[in-house]
């Protein structure tokens, strides 16, 4: 691991010592996903060349959905991806409120060198270009309302295509642009909070546009493919858009259940018929929310287009399907993985030495056995609790000349600080809870 910055590894042990997937150095940490690498590769490069994909990821808790997810998201930035990454709730973020969805995009929208929310510096990257081009097609640079001109004319062409699906977005666009030329910081700053898909902008400011009310149900779609114009233009190579949680969508209302499962649906044959290009959307979820009765199955349209059957042998699962499935952790990449976070940490920490004569690979083969037997000997659900745990002893180890380890077999668990499947694995049988 001499590869890892002094910054990558400090935010690796950073997040997995709060128990949380780390945003960025996933690359190092991605055991057992190379079946998966060269299809990811494919279907980035069919998206990069103005196609469209979708990829359903389905695993139990514990599985890595959303190491999974960020992984992919991470290979894609350091592609030339823009990525963005929705958490589904029925409060936060309802999937049948497009809207809403659409700001989430906007506002986790992240690029390899800018993070969250790189909306509008992107926004501003792609007038840059525009006035790049200008140049280039012969405006003089020592002339800005020559450079204008032509930016504005170039500006029309590129938006042709999106204006006719969402005029709104280019309109705002338009009045965006002129509002920073004129150096109107207010009338920008609410322009481009509007075209983010912010609710609650002033109407003076609107009226600068010539655009009116908010971003509805209805026209978050054309916003999105207005994105990816945008993105298109600024030599961007698309946008990876995951929805995580979706599972969530068991939990809630009848109703608010069957127009979120539609919005779905239409999302998938939006993408399939080619009104997206560029766009690669990933949504993660539980088997019981793609085989269940309360989750895809409701919708046999959308079920057909997300189905897979996985009857056969893990073995041949085709990494190519529109669904694919996590297996979960076994001991063997359990202790590979600790392995992995055990040479990260050393990797320039002063007491390398102590850590490689303390933390051995037979070590580690114990210490992850003892940490799932804590919890009923169920491997998926100990990634998470081992990691922290880990890093927690190797801090000790680091800070403490005379701290020795315990024997692995000594490693308790406890409840504190554990999620509620966590906290079922840990107490067996008698935490299970049954509403009567």
């Not at 780390?22 to 060349?49: C, K, N, S, W």
């Not at 042709?160 to 009045?175: D, K, N, T, W, Y």
């Not at 969508?249 to 499962?261: A, I, T």
């Amino acid at each position: 691991m001499a590869d890892i910055s002094p910054r990558r590894r400090r935010e690796i042990v950073d997040a997995l010592r709060r128990g949380t997937v780390p945003q960025r150095g996933l690359d190092v940490m991605a055991v057992g996903l190379d079946r998966f690498a060269t299809a990811i590769a494919d279907e980035l490069a069919t998206v990069a060349e103005g196609g469209a994909n979708f990829k359903a990821i389905r695993g139990e808790y514990g599985a890595g959905k959303t190491f999974f997810a960020r992984w992919l998201t991470e290979t894609a930035k350091q592609q030339g991806f823009a990525t963005a990454e929705v958490q589904i709730s029925e409060t936060e973020t309802p999937l049948h409120r497009l809207e809403t969805v659409y700001r989430r995009i906007t506002e986790s929208l992240a690029t390899e060198a800018i993070g969250p929310s790189a909306f509008r510096d992107i926004i501003d990257g792609w007038f840059r270009v525009l006035e790049q081009d200008a140049i280039a097609a012969g405006a003089d640079p020592r002339d800005p309302s020559a450079v204008a001109t032509r930016t504005d004319a170039l500006l029309e062409q590129r938006l042709a295509v999106v204006s006719r699906a969402a005029p709104a977005f280019a309109a705002a666009l338009r009045g965006y642009h002129s509002a920073v030329r004129l150096g109107d910081v207010p009338t920008s700053d609410g322009l481009v909070a509007w075209l983010g898909g912010q609710p609650s902008v002033a109407a003076t400011i609107r009226r600068v546009a010539g655009v009116r009310g908010d971003i509805d149900h209805f026209a978050a779609f054309g916003f999105l493919q207005g994105l990816l114009a945008v993105l298109r233009d600024s030599d961007y190579r698309g946008l990876v858009l995951v929805l995580d949680e979706v599972e969530t969508l068991q939990r809630v209302r009848s109703d608010v259940r069957e127009k979120s499962l539609n919005a779905l649906r239409q999302l998938i044959d939006e993408v399939d018929a080619g009104r997206f290009p560029g766009l690669y959307v990933v949504i993660t979820g539980t088997p019981a929310f793609f085989d269940g009765t309360q989750g895809v199955q409701r919708l046999p349209p959308l079920a057909a287009r997300v189905g897979v059957d996985f009857s056969s042998d893990p073995k041949w699962d085709n990494p190519r399907a529109p669904q694919v499935r996590l297996l979960g952790f076994q001991h063997a990449s359990l202790v590979e993985l600790g392995q992995r976070i055990r040479d990260i940490y050393a990797n320039g920490s002063p007491a390398v030495d102590r850590i490689g004569a303390l933390i051995t690979d037979n070590y580690l083969g114990g210490y992850a056995t003892a940490v799932a037997g804590q919890l009923g000997g169920r491997v998926g659900i100990a990634p998470r609790v081992f990691l922290r745990k880990l890093v927690d002893l190797l801090d000790k180890v680091e800070q403490f000349p005379d701290f020795v380890p315990d024997a692995a077999g000594a490693v308790q668990v406890a409840a504190d600080g554990l999620n509620d499947d966590e906290r079922a694995a840990l107490g067996g049988l008698d935490a299970i809870q049954i509403d009567v």
